[in-house]
């Protein structure tokens, strides 16, 4: 079965920084999409940016973007998530998933491989 396993949560300031990173071990793949989601105390869970195998195509939540950037290195079959200019509402339990699809899906539904999750807290 495939394991998820992720890494660099923290503490930061706003305006900080943080890599999170997420390894994928057990059965091999070949292709299939990766991405971040977040869920907030009292919040649902949320989209945050996704990349497909080839890392040729990549899709980032509007609260992200130009802050954010997605990234995944096949021969360690790794996901990176830079979040750059950190602000309080970023806080939240940030978990990677994974599945056997071609394309970027932003509802978790499609995904069957989660993470165990990590916590990223930004305090003002």
């Known amino acids: 079965q495939v394991q998820l396993v992720e890494s660099g949560g923290g503490l930061v300031q706003a305006g900080g920084s943080l890599r999170l990173s997420c390894a994928a071990s057990?059965?091999?793949?070949?292709?299939?999409?990766m991405a971040w989601f977040r869920q907030a105390p009292g919040k649902e869970r949320e989209f945050v940016a996704g990349i497909t195998w080839s890392g040729g195509s990549t899709v980032y939540a509007n609260s992200v973007k130009g802050r954010f950037t997605i990234s995944r290195d096949n021969a360690k079959n790794t996901v990176y998530l830079q979040m750059n200019r950190l602000k309080p509402e970023d806080t939240a339990v940030y978990c990677c998933?994974?599945?056997?699809?071609?394309?970027?899906?932003?509802?978790?539904?499609?995904?069957?491989?989660w993470g165990q999750g990590t916590q990223v807290t930004v305090s003002s």
């Open positions: 998933a994974a599945d056997l699809t071609t394309v970027v899906h932003t509802s978790g539904d499609p995904y069957t491989y």
């Open positions: 057990g059965r091999t793949f070949v292709s299939y999409a």
